[in-house]
């Protein structure tokens, strides 16, 4: 009968994870009769449990290694300045002078690209006015010499006519008074080559066409770029027939 029921009885067999012990490995033996059963890594730990309380002082992994890090490193961190407190006297001031600085060093300003600047950073009216004199003490602010510089730049390198060079003058906000004295600065004779410049390169574009459809596109294009209607009319008859009239 003790036959009969050891071959009823299946052999023992550990989960991987489970390591047997002494006895319970001896019980196996003596209930089963069979060859000892292959027993589970020795020191792994139970399935469900945190490995690093399973073994005091295990390593822990790099996942909780990293994010342990970081959340240390988190705290460290100096906590950054309040942005609604609001900001001292001082403290606006040297922001508004170091950003009206920093773009005076890239490009020319007029005095009144400057006050609209202020304005807008909140000076009021006294303050503006003190910090306006201030710079054009120091060599910052200049109209009239800005007005000179556009006048070069926009007239005699890119050929632009008197009417385009008074737009932009009054665009910068620069007083008519001193942008009508700048642009009479201008040679006429050098103004008149430009125009000419212009309307011949462009009078090649116009080959073919009709001689009043040529005339009028012509005279519409030099207009555009800001030049006068008599200069214009003499600049277009020699580009179209090599005859100033005069």
Do not use: C, K
Request: net charge negative; proline share 6%.
């Amino acid at each position: 009968m003790t036959d009969q029921r050891n071959e009823r009885l299946a052999p023992v067999t550990y989960l991987p994870w489970v390591a047997p012990s002494e006895e319970s490995d001896g019980a196996a033996r003596r209930g089963a009769g069979t060859a000892p059963a292959a027993a589970g890594p020795p020191t792994a730990a139970p399935v469900g449990r945190d490995r690093d309380t399973a073994r005091p002082g295990a390593a822990r992994p790099d996942s909780q290694r990293r994010s342990t890090g970081l959340r240390g490193a988190a705290t460290e961190r100096v906590p950054s300045a309040d942005p609604d407190e609001p900001e001292t006297g001082p403290e606006r001031d040297d922001r508004i002078d170091r950003l009206i600085v920093s773009r005076l060093r890239r490009s020319s300003l007029s005095v009144s690209e400057v006050r609209a600047t202020l304005v807008e950073h909140g000076l009021d009216e006294v303050e503006v006015e003190e910090w306006i004199e201030r710079y054009a003490r120091l060599g910052y602010l200049d109209d009239r010499r800005l007005a000179e510089q556009l006048v070069h730049s926009h007239g005699v390198r890119r050929g632009r006519g008197s009417g385009a060079l008074l737009h932009e003058l009054g665009r910068r906000g620069i007083d008519d008074e001193l942008a009508r004295e700048a642009v009479d600065t201008l040679d006429p004779d050098v103004e008149f080559e430009h125009a000419l410049l212009i309307a011949e390169r462009r009078a090649r574009q116009l080959a073919g066409l009709d001689r009043r459809v040529a005339e009028r596109r012509l005279s519409a294009f030099l207009m555009r770029r800001g030049y006068g209607s008599e200069l214009v009319r003499r600049a277009v008859a020699v580009a179209l027939d090599g005859d100033d009239a005069e």
